[in-house]
């Protein structure tokens, strides 16, 4: 779980093909997680809904 307790969620920034999520509360996320996940591997895109969860927000966040 990640030390702030937001989720991290999106293709790493540095190791191509690598999607991460990862959550406290997955159980109760993870309908709409996982349809929002499955469209952003898919189409390869970054969805608005998302931003704030990738793991470039997670640095910028506990610095």
Do not use: W
């Not at 929002?36 to 970054?46: F, G, R, S, T, Y």
């Amino acid at each position: 779980m990640p030390k702030d307790g937001y989720p991290i969620v999106g293709f790493h920034d540095q190791v191509k093909g690598l999607y991460l999520a990862v959550m406290h509360s997955a159980i109760t996320l993870s309908p709409v997680i996982s349809r929002l996940i499955a469209k952003e591997i898919m189409d390869n895109v970054q969805l608005e809904d998302l931003e704030s969860c990738t793991l470039s927000m997670f640095y910028l966040l506990n610095d």
